[in-house]
């Protein structure tokens, strides 16, 4: 599986750490910045995930700001993009089974990043449902 990652400001610091946690696990993460500490606006970097994930250049993306929020609401203006913010075990797994996310999304200045790599190791090792939660699925993207 092809993971992406991006971030603003907010969640450059938490960004470098995932970076650094994959690549001691052997997994080589497609950096799409931000590449420092400067104010930069989310948006940007949201767009930017929901062009490469649209364009199947990766399987997952995740997607860091301060909060997490506005990240999210940037990338999910974006047709064919689910992107759930993971804030407890429960819901990391459910946004695979239930929502199959394509980008999952993590607060820098909200959440630890114990926590978050563990979010991260509940949603890779959980399985989509389908069925009942495709029916729904395809309604998100209807009518555009
Ligand atoms: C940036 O200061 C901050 O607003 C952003 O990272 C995020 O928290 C927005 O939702």
Redo the contacts with the bound molecule.
Sequence with gaps: MKIAIAS????FEMKQALIKHFADKGVVLADLGTHDTC?VD?PDYADKMADYILSKQADLGILI???????SIAANRHKGIRAALLYNDFVAQKAKEHNNANIIVF???TMNIDDVIRYCDIFLNATYEGGRHQQRLNKLDKGE
């Design positions: 603003d400001h907010g969640g104010s989310y700001c301060g909060t997490g929020v506005g990240i607060g820098g200045r």
